[in-house]
């Protein structure tokens, strides 16, 4: 059961966006609503549907999600298949939850803004002007974490004594179907396969066609030790 907030005259949204500076802003959005002890809301939009994102983009989800259940945030937004403009969708869930200040990255900002093709701190002031905006600063030594792997193929996993095997034909020794996610630059089967388990969306890495065993995998830690690789 959620703890009651102290303040309900105030409430946070935080602004997401794929990449790794999502926990950053999330953790400020916690701080600014652990001082004003006011509810907490975290929010991610995508024109795709959740089931057509990649290995990558859905780890930060996960990620995210975890997040939101540590720091006792009210609710975690995905807004996906969405068509409409981005601060369209900011300023509907800024309205249905009562927001009085947002957490916006510079990175979502430009992302969004090259999908959008304007500002989104304008547009924002434009539709919903008496919300406090906090837009923070992104360090630009940091990596771009996206494009590490190649577009994600069906595969299929088979129990092979205490490991998995990936193949890409199903046969009725097939234990678990999902999707594979192919590191760029290598001549072997090594990357991240993504599938359902008891419900549950899991991503376990293949090293050279095997999966050793079902634990889900860090996506933050996986980028950051490909790029140390490079």
């Known amino acids: 059961m959620k703890k009651i907030k102290g303040r309900m005259d105030e409430s946070i949204l935080v602004c997401v966006y794929y990449g790794p500076n999502g926990e950053r802003l999330i953790q400020r959005g916690c701080k600014i609503a652990s001082m004003l002890d006011c509810p907490l809301y975290i929010l991610t939009i995508d024109p795709k549907p959740f089931d057509e994102l990649d290995a990558e983009k859905s780890f930060y989800i996960t990620r995210w999600q975890q997040l939101a259940e540590q720091h006792n945030a009210e609710e975690f937004i995905i807004k996906d298949n969405e068509k409409r403009s981005v601060t369209k969708v900011i300023a509907e869930v800024a309205r249905e939850k009562h927001i009085t200040q947002i957490v916006l990255g510079q990175t979502a900002q430009s992302r969004w803004e090259q999908i959008t093709k304007e500002s989104v701190i304008n547009s924002l002031l434009r539709e919903i002007p008496f919300i406090d905006l906090h837009i923070i600063s992104v360090s630009r030594s940091l990596k771009d974490q996206e494009g590490h792997f190649e577009k994600g193929v069906r595969a299929y996993l088979i129990?092979?004594?205490?490991?998995?095997?990936?193949?890409?034909?199903?046969?009725?020794?097939?234990?678990?179907?999902?999707?594979?996610?192919?590191?760029?630059?290598?001549?072997?089967?090594?990357?991240?396969?993504?599938?359902?388990?008891?419900k549950e969306t899991l991503q376990v890495h293949v090293i050279e066609d095997y999966v050793k065993d079902l634990t889900n995998v860090n996506m933050t830690a996986t980028l950051e030790t490909y790029n140390d690789e490079q």
């Open 159 to 198: 129990k092979e004594n205490d490991q998995y095997r990936l193949t890409f034909n199903h046969t009725k020794n097939v234990e678990f179907e999902g999707i594979f996610f192919k590191e760029l630059g290598t001549d072997f089967n090594n990357g991240i396969f993504k599938f359902m388990k008891n």
